[in-house]
């Protein structure tokens, strides 16, 4: 498996709650992903960073931020959680262009109540 | 926009069987590349497969193949002699210049005795 690392797996949180979910990996990949996992298993992507001190939004409109301060980490994070938030998050990293594959974390399913 | 389309929400196959997989796509570049991933059930997703589209062989890989049609933008997965660790969520993607996947909403394969 990949060298990348997700925790938690399992948050359960109350709404308004502030959350944190770490991404690491240690392939010393440039790039890296954020994906939002629906119920029904589609996958969107909501943040990526090209490099160290480079954020951009994804394809679909996300509440959390990102920062990616370090080549290694990218946190994704949750100032108020809601219940429209519960979902799976999936961190992906790739070392270069287009023809690379993406290397996927395990995911953080996150419930808010 | 891209757009990839997998029309086939489920599907069954018997141990040791063949089991084809549709993926449709559309864009206006040129230059991209078409990825089949597998997530099973609790686990990791990982790459199955790559094609390039630049190439006119089907990529193969051990069990896996694709029937890359590229006029038609189809981009089909045959799984032989399926095994019992075949089943899975299964998502075509896209990726080009922009090196972001865009993926369907995926195929969920179940292998039976």
């Known amino acids: 498996e990949a060298d990348i690392y997700q925790t938690p797996r399992y948050l359960v949180i109350g709404t308004g709650k502030k959350i944190t979910l770490e991404c690491s990996q240690t392939?010393?990949?440039?790039?890296m992903y954020w994906y939002q996992q629906d119920p029904g298993m589609e996958l969107h992507l909501i943040h990526y960073?090209?490099?160290?001190?480079?954020?951009e939004k994804g394809d679909l409109s996300s509440e959390s931020t990102v920062s990616r301060i370090r080549t290694e980490h990218f946190p994704l994070t949750l100032e108020s959680a809601r219940p429209s938030h519960t979902s799976q998050y999936l961190c992906?990293?790739?070392?270069?262009?287009?023809?690379?594959?993406?290397?996927f974390g395990p995911g953080t399913r996150l419930t808010v109540t | 926009a891209q757009t990839v389309t997998q029309s086939q929400p489920e599907m069954s196959v018997q141990e040791a069987e063949t089991v084809t997989l549709s993926c449709t796509y559309d864009t206006s570049e040129s230059n991209y590349y078409l990825f089949w991933y597998k997530q099973p059930p609790s686990r990791q997703m990982i790459l199955v497969i790559r094609q390039e589209a630049y190439k006119q062989q089907n990529a193969t890989e051990n069990r896996f193949s694709v029937n890359f049609q590229k006029a038609a933008k189809s981009f089909s997965l045959k799984i032989s002699d399926s095994q019992l660790g075949d089943t899975a969520m299964y998502f075509c993607a896209y990726t080009g210049t922009a090196s972001k996947l865009t993926f369907g909403t995926g195929t969920r394969l179940q292998v039976t005795l």
């Open positions: 392939m010393g990949h440039d790039k």
């Open positions: 992906a990293s790739t070392p270069g262009g287009s023809h690379y594959e993406q290397y």
């Open positions: 960073s090209y490099g160290v001190n480079s954020t």
